[in-house]
């Protein structure tokens, strides 16, 4: 049976009346599905609240590293999401001409501890929550966009207002509401939009039948590995979905989108091919096989920690997710964090005895003391590859790639 921090997480726990909590959580992305499994385990009832008309197919690949599957196995979601799951056996660091750095060993890291390195589309993995949480008892909204939210008089509850007039009042009123949270400048007061990295990503998925004819674009289909190209101002990401059916790509170039217009448009595939022309001849042959004329950027923002606290004193409020610490994706890392997020929010709560504002408040203390640091490095430590994987030829890429072979040290330890 998973057991996740000494607890025994794979049925619900029995509460009583006097401390079962009536939880509101706003957003279905990864991080609300996610703390929604949690908090359901731990016995409270939860109703998440999504603002999209439907739970549909967006994203395209998501990388979940042990840290995160080690948590999705405590939640018995092992089997649902294995036979979506694909399996990188390792992950190729590769120069910008081809050169090749370096590899991780995923599968020896597997073997030792037991949890793998796992590459989705992200529409299973979030399917999988959803069917998760709603196996647990989860009630799940849609078109219930949050536009505001109050704390009670009495300070022990928190009400949201919906778009369409609707109020709801909960015990505790949890934000997973992404990157662009209107209720983190609720709870500020202010304004507070999201900084902008200097890149931009634009994320293809390509039908692996357009590579299996070519020698050499077949190895990335028969052998599922992570790939990352590293150049000046520039890198690429690339891995196989669903068991070889589809082919994430992920190229990471400067932001060119007009300043203080829109974070995602449609940009034009000729010119993000150019950006590869003189690279690796596979990474210009796999850029060739897009083949519509545009392509969608997303501007790449970041938010450092939410100050000075993320949760309020009545303990009737607290965030998550990337809501409170979106990073680069370069430690592939941010939905990590928002299911870590979660998972500590339903143990913490899980050890509630009572819903009194005191015992809520000491709760989401706890919670926050045990994420805000981790977190906090993690925005950090993806804005520091932003530099480390962009360094122009020269001495410092010279170092970087010698240092680089330190992976493989670790493997063989
Ligand atoms: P979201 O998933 O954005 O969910 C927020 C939800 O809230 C949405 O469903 C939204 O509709 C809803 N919402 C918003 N406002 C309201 C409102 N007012 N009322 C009700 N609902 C509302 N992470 C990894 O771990 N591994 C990776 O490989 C990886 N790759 C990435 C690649 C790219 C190019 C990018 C951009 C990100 C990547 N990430 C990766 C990061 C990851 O996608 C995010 O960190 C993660 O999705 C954040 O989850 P969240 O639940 O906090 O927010």
């Not at 669903?242 to 000729?270: Q, Y």
């Not at 950006?275 to 450092?304: E, M, N, T, Y």
């Not at 592939?332 to 809520?360: F, I, P, Y």
């Not at 430590?381 to 122009?392: C, D, M």
Request: glycine content about 10%; charged content about 25%.
């Amino acid at each position: 049976m998973d057991r996740f921090h000494g607890f025994t997480l794979q049925e619900k726990r029995q509460r009583d009346e006097q401390s079962k909590l009536n939880v509101i959580i706003v957003g279905a992305g990864l991080g609300g599905l996610g703390a929604a499994i949690a908090i359901l385990l731990a016995g409270h009832d939860v109703t998440v609240l999504e603002a999209a008309s439907e739970i549909g197919e967006i994203g395209a690949g998501i990388q979940v590293l042990p840290n995160a599957a080690r948590i999705l196995f405590s939640w018995g979601m092992k089997e649902i999401l294995e036979p979506h799951a694909t399996w990188p056996q390792k992950c190729n660091f590769w120069g910008w001409k081809g050169n090749y750095l370096s590899e991780m060993d995923f599968h020896g890291y597997t073997r030792v501890t037991g949890v793998p390195f796992w590459d989705f589309h992200r529409a299973n993995l979030h399917k999988g929550l959803i069917t998760r949480a709603v196996q647990l008892g989860a009630k799940m909204v849609t078109n219930a966009r949050v536009h505001d939210f109050t704390i009670g008089d009495n300070e022990s509850s928190a009400t949201v207002l919906l778009a369409d007039g609707r109020a709801m009042t909960a015990d505790l009123v949890v934000g997973a509401d992404g990157i662009n949270s209107g209720l983190r400048e609720i709870f500020l007061g202010r304004e507070d939009p999201p900084i902008a990295t200097g890149d931009l990503a634009y994320r293809l998925l390509l039908d692996t039948k357009d590579m299996i004819s070519d020698p050499d674009l077949r190895p990335f289909v028969d052998n599922p590995q992570v790939n990352y190209w590293l150049g000046p101002d520039v890198h690429a990401v690339n891995y196989i979905l669903r068991g070889g059916e589809l082919f994430n790509m992920v190229l990471l170039v400067p932001d060119d989108i007009p300043e203080g217009t829109v974070n995602t448009m449609e940009g034009d595939a000729a010119e993000m091919r150019a950006h590869f022309s003189q690279w690796d001849p596979r990474l210009g042959k796999l850029a060739a096989l897009c083949d519509s004329k545009s392509v969608l950027k997303w501007r790449l923002c970041i938010r450092p920690s939410l100050e000075p606290t993320w949760s309020d004193p009545s303990g009737a409020f607290t965030m998550l997710g990337d809501a409170v610490h979106a990073t680069l994706p370069y430690l592939a890392s941010g939905a990590g964090m928002a299911l870590e997020d979660g998972g500590v929010l339903g143990l913490c709560l899980g050890r509630l005895t009572d819903k009194s504002q005191s015992s809520k408040r000491k709760a989401l203390e706890v919670y926050e003391a045990c994420r805000r640091e981790r977190t906090e490095r993690v925005v950090q430590r993806g804005s520091y590859n932003q530099w480390i994987y962009h360094l122009p030829d020269g001495p410092e890429q010279e170092e970087r790639d010698k240092k680089f072979k330190i992976f493989e040290k670790l493997d063989e330890e």
